[in-house]
C-alpha cells in the first residue's frame, strides 16, 4: 500500500485517562476556549429559536387549554392539543417505542447531531451559562487566572453576579418546567396567592432552581461524559459509516508546527492544540470519536480559522464518517440502516393506527361483583352494573346507553343523566332489564352501544347473568 494512504498509528494512551479526572482522581475543572466561527454563529441562532419555542410553548393554548402539559400528578397529558390520560398508555407505549427507534436510527446516520444542536443541556450550558461566564469572567486564561486568585474584592465581586444570575435563570427554567407539568394558570396561581396556599409547587420550585444550579455551575461536562445515558449509548449506536464530527487523521496526521515560508512536507495538522482548547469535555478530537464528544462542532470552528491563517484548506476536523476518512468511501446506506428505517415505518403505521382509532369517551361496563340476578315482574329479570365513563375531551358529552343485542331497559340508580364533564370521569351504577325469553344460556354474552346525540361512538362488550329458562 502507497505510505501516503496507510491509516497512521495514532498515539492510544489517551484511552487511559478521562479528560476531567487528573492523576490524583480530582476532577480537572473544564475552562474552554471562547469559541467563534460559521457553525458556533448557526448553533447560537438555533439555540435562540430553540429557547424561544422552549420558554414559549407553555403559554401557547388551544381552546382555553395548553397545548403541551405533562401534568405526571394528575397522570393527564396534552399533546398538540390531544389529551391523553392512563387509559391511553398502550399509545404512549408506542410513542416510546418509535421515538426509540428513531434517536437509534437517527444515530447510526448523523452521530450526536442531537447533541450539539438541540440538547437542552448543551443549548443552556454552552448558548446560556457559558456565554454569561465569557462576559462576567473573559475567556479561558482570565477565568484559569480569576479562579487561581485569592477571594478578593475582584473575584467576590464576579464570582457573585455570575453565580446570582445563575440562580435567576436556574429559577426561570424551573418555572418554565413547572409550566410544562401544571399549565401556566396554575404557576400564576402559586405566584400571585398567599404563598401558604402552594407550599408543595414552592418548594418543588426551589428544589428544581437547586438542582438546575448545581448542574449548570458544577456538574456541567459530567452530564454528558456521565450521567447521559444517550452518551453511553454511542459506542453501539454509531458505526464506521456514522457522520460524526471528526478529524481527518490520512491528512492531519504527520503532525508538526507551521513554520512560515517553509515548504510544508508534513502533514496539514499545525499542532496548535486550538481544537482541544475549545473542547467544552476536554478532550483531543484528534484521537478519534470518543464518548466525551458532543459534537459542539467547536473544533471545526477553531481548526477551520487556523487553517485559514496558515493558508492550508479548512475541514480538517468536519462532519464525516471513518469511512470517508480512511477509506474514502461515500455515505452508504447499510442494511442496519435499512433494517431500523422498516422498523421504524412499522411501528409509525401501528402508532398513526392508534392515534385514529383512539375514542373521545372511554366507558368500561362491569356486572356489579358478588351479585347474581334479580327477578322482576311480567317474566323479566335484571343484573347490576358498574359504569365509569371517562370524557377525554374539552368538551361536555351528553351520552345514552342502548342494549344492542336485544331489548332491555337501563335503569340508573341515582340520576340518570350521563352528561359527563369535559376531561372528568363519571361512575354510576344501573340495572339493565330483559325479557328471560331472550336468555339461553346461564352467561350471555351482549353489547350496549354507547350514543352520543344519535351517533354511536362506542360498543362494550359485557355478560349478562341469568338462569337458564
Ligand atoms: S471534540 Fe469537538 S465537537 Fe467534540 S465536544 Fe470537543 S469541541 Fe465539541
Ligand atoms: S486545531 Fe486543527 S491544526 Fe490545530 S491541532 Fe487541532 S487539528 Fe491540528
Known sequence: MDKKNEKPKLDQQFRDTV??????????????????????????WFSIFCLILLFGLPFVKHNGYPILLFNILERKFIVFGIVFWPQDFPIFGLAMLVFMVFIVLFTAIFGRLFCGWACPQTIFMEMVFRKIEYWIEGDMAYQKALNKMPWNAEKIR?????????FLISFLISN?????????????????????DHIGEFTSLIVFTGVFFFVFSYLREQICIVVCPYGRMQGVLLDRNSIVVAYDYMRGEGRAKFKKNEVRSA???????????????????????????????????????????????????????????????????????????????????????????????????????????????????SNLYNFKILNKTFKEKNLTFKLETFDGTFKFIGDSNLTVKSQDLREGEFFLIVDKKNLKKRNTKIKIGVYEEGKKIETINTKFLGKTF
Open 19 to 44: 479528560s476531567t479526572i487528573d492523576t490524583d482522581g480530582k476532577r480537572v475543572w473544564i475552562n474552554p476556549l471562547k469559541p467563534k466561527g460559521k457553525l458556533y454563529n448557526y448553533r447560537t
Open 158 to 166: 464576579k464570582k457573585g453576579l455570575k453565580f446570582f444570575i445563575f
Open 176 to 196: 418554565t418546567f413547572l409550566a410544562y407539568i401544571i399549565g401556566v394558570d396554575e404557576l400564576y396561581k402559586i405566584i400571585t396567592e398567599p404563598l401558604k
Open 267 to 381: 502533514g496539514d495538522c499545525v499542532d496548535c492544540n486550538q481544537c482541544v482548547r475549545v473542547c467544552p469535555t476536554g478532550i483531543d478530537i484528534r484521537n478519534g470519536t470518543q464518548l466525551e464528544c458532543i459534537n459542539c462542532t467547536a473544533c471545526i470552528d477553531a481548526c477551520d480559522h487556523m487553517m485559514e491563517n496558515v493558508g492550508l484548506p479548512t475541514g480538517l476536523i468536519r462532519y464525516t464518517s471513518e469511512n470517508q476518512i480512511e477509506k474514502k468511501l461515500p455515505f452508504k446506506v447499510t442494511s442496519r440502516i435499512i433494517g431500523y428505517s422498516a422498523l421504524l415505518v412499522v411501528l409509525l403505521i401501528g402508532l398513526i393506527a392508534a392515534l385514529f382509532l383512539r375514542s373521545d369517551v372511554e366507558t368500561t361496563v362491569l356486572r356489579t361483583a358478588g351479585t347474581l340476578f334479580q327477578e322482576q315482574p311480567n317474566n323479566h329479570i
